[in-house]
Each structure stands twice: as structure tokens, then as C-alpha cells.
Nanobody, 125 residues
Framework: QVPLVESGGGLVQAGGSLRLSCAVS???????????MGWFRQAPGKQRELVAA???????NYADSVKGRFTISRDNARNIGYLQMNSLKPEDTAVYYC????????????????RGQGTQVTVSS
């Protein structure tokens, strides 16, 4: 089991910023480098969606709704992934989850074999 722990969520006003972190424990550095990481979110009454992802090789993908505002990154020396969220909007309000899988990213939540418990992000207008 590889626990993932998200942090950094909270309440912010529209236009503000938050940085989410996803700490991956129980994995060696080499193993972490082999992981792709995805950040998903789920708002009440809506399906979970992929927000951003980064492959083991560093290629990234973003949902159209967050392009230019969110940035995904990873620190392979510390086994941590990040999601920098700028210019937040009320519609970004959701529970955000990180998840990992080997190799390339996927937009399918079920393709990720390790998943975090989520962190709440609330953006007020």
C-alpha cells in the first residue's frame, strides 16, 4: 500500500490562489519517478473529473477549464506532487484528489491504483 496524503485545501476568495500537495509515502524515489500523477476533483452532484496530470516523463495535461490558471508539478527528490491553483473561481469548488499510476497519465480515475482521501477547496464569490 502506498498512502497518498493531500494537503493545502481551504477556503479562498475568488481570484485567490492555493497550492495543493500530494505526499507519496512508502515508495522509493525510483518508484515515485515511475509514477504518473493525476489531480481529480468532484463537486457536489457532479462526476469526478481529471483536472491535471503529469506523466513519469514530465509531460502534462490540463482540463480546458483550468488551462492557464493551474500548474501541476512534481518534486521527485521529495516524493511530492503539487497543484498550483491561481485565479480561482467559485466553480473550482470541489474535493480535490490525487492519484498515481505507473507510466503515463490517464483521464480515468479507475486507472490509478493508489488514490488519496481528498482535500476540500472552497472558493467564495
Amino acid at each position: 500500500q502506498v498512502p497518498l496524503v493531500e494537503s493545502g485545501g481551504g477556503l479562498v476568495q475568488a481570484g485567490g490562489s492555493l497550492r495543493l500537495s500530494c505526499a507519496v509515502s512508502g515508495a522509493s524515489g525510483q518508484t515515485f519517478r515511475s509514477y504518473a500523477m493525476g489531480w481529480f476533483r468532484q463537486a457536489p452532484g457532479k462526476q469526478r473529473e481529471l483536472v491535471a496530470a503529469i506523466s513519469s516523463g514530465g509531460s502534462t495535461n490540463y482540463a480546458d477549464s483550468v488551462k492557464g490558471r493551474f500548474t501541476i508539478s512534481r518534486d521527485n527528490a521529495r516524493n511530492i506532487g503539487y497543484l498550483q491553483m491561481n485565479s480561482l473561481k467559485p466553480e473550482d469548488t470541489a474535493v480535490y484528489y490525487c492519484a498515481v499510476r505507473v507510466g503515463y497519465w490517464s483521464s480515468n480515475w479507475n486507472d490509478y491504483f493508489y488514490r488519496g482521501q481528498g482535500t476540500q477547496v472552497t472558493v467564495s464569490s
